[in-house]
T-cell receptor, first 108, second 113 residues
Framework: QQPVQSPQAVILREGEDAVINCSSS?????VHWYRQKHGEAPIFLMILLKGGEQKGHDKISASFNEKKQQSSLYLTASQLSYSGTYFC?????????FGPGTSLSVIP | NAGVTQTPKFQVLKTGQSMTLQCAQDMNHEYMSWYRQDPGMGLRLIHY???????DQGEVPNGYNVSRSTTEDFPLRLLSAAPSQTSVYFC????????????FGPGTRLTVL
């Protein structure tokens, strides 16, 4: 079953913060986050492994709550370049499944 | 390094035609996979391979075949194209199964009339 992402879409002004959530009904070993700009291939952002480890990449960080099977992506002080669709990718023991995506638009 | 390359970039087929989408990577990755992306549905795994000579089905394998005779190449064959296969197809590779970064190719936009 596909992970659920929320919100489906969000519009931010430059400098604002955002949180994107990814919830799974299946037990996951890891969660990946990707960003895709329109007409381009997805680009890897980070991976979260079991254990609730929080990873960061510049002003983008993420966490994985194994108990809730939920991962959150935190975008701090958003920049215009953050615009795109963000996908989570969950890995369970038997499959890899992408979420439907969250469209994020950053406006000046 | 070219990374992951895909050809063609665009393709239009008539219902019932067959074709092969090409994918190649020059990073010596063992793990390669094919996804299709449809509006509002994210990426769905079609087939994947964990090494030369080894392939397995993903979430939506019907109507597609794959083979992996070399580490570098992982072609996807559409046996008899149907309008439901209109989609954008991405090939991806990684150095091992599920814990490493996946590198995606630029995609092939396929339309089946």
């Amino acid at each position: 079953q596909q992970p659920v992402q929320s919100p489906q879409a969000v519009i931010l002004r430059e400098g604002e913060d955002a949180v994107i959530n990814c919830s799974s009904s299946k037990a996951l070993y890891s969660v990946h986050w990707y960003r895709q700009k329109h007409g381009e291939a997805p680009i890897f952002l980070m991976i979260l492994l079991k254990g609730g480890e929080q990873k960061g990449h510049d002003k983008i960080s993420a966490s994985f709550n194994e108990k809730k099977q939920q991962s959150s992506l935190y975008l701090t002080a958003s920049q215009l370049s953050y615009s795109g669709t963000y996908f989570c990718r969950g890995t369970s023991y038997d499959k890899v499944i992408f979420g439907p995506g969250t469209s994020l638009s950053v406006i000046p | 390094n070219a990374g992951v390359t895909q050809t063609p970039k665009f393709q239009v087929l008539k219902t019932g035609q067959s074709m092969t989408l090409q994918c190649a990577q020059d990073m010596n990755h063992e793990y390669m996979s094919w996804y299709r992306q449809d509006p509002g549905m994210g990426l769905r795994l079609i087939h994947y391979s964990v090494g030369a000579g080894i392939t397995d089905q993903g979430e939506v394998p019907n109507g597609y075949n794959v083979s992996r005779s070399t580490t570098e190449d992982f072609p996807l064959r559409l046996l008899s194209a149907a309008p439901s296969q209109t989609s954008v197809y991405f090939c991806a590779s990684s150095s091992s199964g599920n814990y490493n970064e996946q590198f995606f190719g630029p995609g092939t936009r396929l339309t089946v009339l």
